[in-house]
Structures are given as structure tokens and as C-alpha cells.
């Protein structure tokens, strides 16, 4: 029986997964963390060496408060800067004080002391620098999101890390990298618990505006909840008593995080790259929650829109392990559908959620 059920399932995927393939972008099409039409021309000038065009933008986005934009920009041009860093240097040189080379370059530094063996005494180095960056900070959350990246993998206590925390949510209410810094903190991977990071983030997505990306916070808070902790424990802190893990989450707690999700991308156009993180992320959920049939559809709207996180964790290759996984959702879908039957279905209606 189990040959035939086997069988029957390879004839139904051979039927239905190229019909369910027709919303989605080829795979020749995807790209993986693809630029927005402002950074791309800032990108491609520092190739070349010039930085005129990276700090006029930065400086454009500090001008007009546009702290998600300037916030996305600093860690892609910090990324760049990892490898190419020239124009980078060439920038401080000729601007020594300038604030938006200064936050481009603490970035860095951060980011390359996270993969230090000695992560946190790296960071603690570093503490000079990051109190420039938010010193100076004036309006700007970016530098504080910086400062509570940096107080997580540095072993800040929590006292500390609630000053810096107040001193964000003082500049912007709701930007979505400062709580997504904070969730960090305060998953069960770090100093805290699912419990913890789950009240938190349903508490920021229901205050935040409708169209504001703190709503998807939750989504966040199931993926922390459906990684395992390391068996070493959680990295870099101390493991709680009790159970961790995947198993010690709250399913339904999961699905009204992913029904969250989906509510936000609705609100955005198909292709959209401004929620693609969060599109590619609430699709990581779906998947891991069996919900089939609006993973799928979650794919269909990321279009050519892959992005690093979450497909790079644990090392893998992001873009293949995105395509992988767009292929094993169309294949688990089709070999559920009757052999005559239409592919597809009703969205949510793909069998009990979970595993």
C-alpha cells in the first residue's frame, strides 16, 4: 500500500505542480536581496569607488525622517562595505565628521565583531563608538537600533538594555528595527522566553498603524519560536529551567501570528519589495506550519523578491534553499490534490495546520 500510495502521489505531482507554478516568478527571474530603485545607483557608484551618491542619500533620508528607509540602507551599504570597502574609506577621509559615513561604518564594525569567536568582548571594544553614533543621534532610531544589536551580543544586562530601548522608542514609536532589535533580546534564544517574545510583539503590532510593518512583528516572534535552541543553549546566554524549543510553543499562538502576517501583505501590492522580508519570512512560517495553500500564494506575492533572512540561516545557499522550498510547497500541494481534481483549492483550506 505504501508503494501504491507513493505512486499515485508522483502521478499527481506530475499533474498538477506545473499548473500550480503559474503565479509564481521563475526561477530565472528570482533575485536574492535585490536593491530598490534608490540604492541601486548609490551601490553601483561605490563599485566604483564614489561615496557622493551613498551619503546623499543617507543624508536625504536623515533630512526627511524616513528612518525604515535609512535604516535598510545603512546595513546594505554596511554589507557591501564588508567586502568593498574603499569607497567607504574614502568617505571618512573626506568627511571625517560626517554622521551618515559614521553610522555606515559602526555598521560594520558591529557586523564583523558578531562573527568573532570573542563576539562579546569584540563588542565591548566597540562601546566608544557606539556612544558617538547615539550621542549624535538626534532624531534618528537608526543609531540606537545599532546600540541594541550591539548591548544583545555584547551580555548587556536588562537594566541597560531598557535605557537604550526608552531612548529608541523616544525618537520613533514604532520603527521596525529597533523592535525587532528588542524581540531579539527578548526571545528565547537571548535573555528571554517564547512567552516573553510573543507578549511583546503581539502588544507592538497592535498599537502600530495599519500599514506598518511592526504589525508582522508576531511572524517574527513564531519564527524565534519554531527555531531550536542550540544544544549548547541559547546563544550566548545562560538557558533557562523548563522546555525550549519548537515543542514548547503555542501552535494556535503561531497561526494567529501567520494570519497577522498575511492580513499586512494583503495590504501591499504583489511584488511589492518594500514587505519582501516580511513576505519571504511569513512564507518560512507558513511552510513550517503545513499551511500549504497560503504558502503558495505567499510566494506568489514575494515575486522576483527573495531575501537573505530568512533562507540564509544555518549557513545555507538563501536563494536556492527560497527556490527549494517554493518547489516542495507546489509538489506537497499537487500530490494532495485528487488526480482529476483542480489544483488548488480555497486559501486556509489545506488540511489541519501544523505537523
Known amino acids: 500500500m505504501s508503494f501504491l500510495r507513493a505512486l499515485v502521489g508522483a502521478v499527481r505531482s506530475a499533474r498538477h505542480a506545473p499548473r500550480l507554478a503559474a503565479g509564481l516568478t521563475p526561477d530565472d527571474d528570482v533575485l536574492l536581496d535585490a536593491p530598490d530603485r534608490r540604492l541601486a545607483p548609490a551601490l553601483v557608484a561605490a563599485a566604483l569607488g564614489d561615496p557622493e551618491p551613498a551619503a546623499k542619500l543617507l543624508a536625504t533620508t536623515r533630512d526627511a525622517a524616513e528612518w525604515e528607509d535609512r535604516d535598510r540602507y ?23 565628521r560626517d554622521p551618515d559615513a559614521l553610522l555606515v561604518a559602526t555598521q560594520l564594525a558591529v557586523g564583523r565583531a558578531w562573527e568573532s569567536p570573542a563576539r562579546a568582548e569584540r563588542l565591548r571594544e566597540l562601546d566608544p563608538l557606539l556612544r558617538t553614533v547615539t550621542e549624535d543621534a538626534g532624531r534618528d532610531p537608526v543609531p540606537w537600533r545599532l546600540a541594541l544589536d550591539h548591548a544583545r551580543g555584547a551580555h548587556a544586562g536588562h537594566a541597560v538594555f531598557e535605557r537604550l530601548w526608552e531612548q529608541a522608542l523616544l525618537r520613533s514609536p514604532h520603527h521596525y528595527g529597533c523592535h525587532v532589535a528588542a524581540l531579539k533580546y527578548l526571545s528565547a534564544q537571548w ?34 519560536g519554531l527555531r ?7 546563544e550566548g546566554a545562560v538557558p533557562a529551567a523548563g522546555p525550549a524549543g519548537p515543542a514548547a510553543v503555542d501552535g494556535e499562538r503561531i497561526d494567529r501570528a501567520a494570519d497577522r502576517g498575511l492580513a499586512l501583505s494583503a495590504a501591499f501590492a504583489a511584488g511589492d519589495p518594500w514587505p519582501a522580508e516580511v513576505r519571504n519570512l511569513l512564507a518560512y512560517v507558513l511552510v513550517e506550519r503545513g499551511r500549504w495553500e497560503e504558502a503558495l500564494a505567499e510566494f506568489g506575492r514575494t515575486g522576483p523578491h527573495a531575501t537573505s533572512f530568512p533562507w540564509a540561516v544555518g549557513g545555507h545557499d538563501p536563494l536556492r534553499r527560497f527556490l527549494a522550498t517554493r518547489d516542495r510547497v507546489r509538489a506537497e500541494l499537487a500530490r494532495r490534490t485528487p488526480l482529476w481534481g483542480r489544483a488548488g483549492g480555497i486559501p486556509g483550506r489545506s488540511g489541519p495546520r501544523g505537523h
Open 74 to 96: 545603512v546595513r546594505r551599504l554596511a554589507t557591501f562595505a564588508y567586502s568593498r570597502g574603499e569607497w567607504l574609506d574614502r568617505w571618512q577621509e573626506a568627511a571625517p
Open 191 to 224: 535573555y528571554g522566553s517564547h512567552r516573553a517574545a510573543f507578549d511583546f510583539a503581539e502588544q507592538a503590532a497592535d498599537d502600530a498603524a495599519p500599514d506598518s510593518l511592526v504589525r508582522a512583528l508576531p511572524v517574527r516572534a513564531a519564527y524565534e
Open 228 to 234: 531550536p535552541l542550540p544544544c549548547s543553549g541559547r
